[in-house]
């Protein structure tokens, strides 16, 4: 059974930092494509950024230069670092890889800004 495991959000004021974990398991964790996605209150869930297999990322725009994605396969973990974060990023955030043309989703996680 695959799962996806978010952790480490939480309250943090506007500038500060926070990194979010997301654990992997039942798949070859090393082969996949992961992505971030957050959804905030009455809002669709928005794409944030992915990394591929060999360490390639893209991010959405407004997160781009801020968020910073990256994985430790030896922990089958993937890894949000978020610096310089605004009100706008509150969202609940979620990690995602597809699998065999199954999509799966972690449960999420919080993240609050406050300014």
């Known amino acids: 059974q695959i799962q996806l495991v978010e952790s480490g959000g939480g309250l943090v004021q506007a500038g500060g930092s926070l990194r979010l974990s997301c654990v992997v398991s039942?798949?070859?964790?090393?082969?996949?494509?992961l992505s971030w996605y957050r959804q905030a209150p009455g809002k669709r869930r928005e794409f944030v950024g992915y990394?591929?297999?060999?360490?390639?990322?893209d991010y959405e725009g407004t997160v781009k230069g801020r968020f910073t994605i990256s994985r430790d396969n030896a922990k089958n973990t993937v890894y949000l670092q978020m610096t310089t974060l605004k009100p706008e990023d509150t969202a609940v955030y979620y990690c995602?890889?597809?699998?065999?043309?199954?999509?799966?989703w972690g449960q999420g996680t919080q993240v609050t800004v406050s300014s």
């Open positions: 995602n890889s597809v699998v065999l043309g199954s999509n799966y």
């Open positions: 039942g798949t070859n964790f090393n082969v996949l494509t």
């Open positions: 990394i591929f297999s060999d360490g390639e990322t």
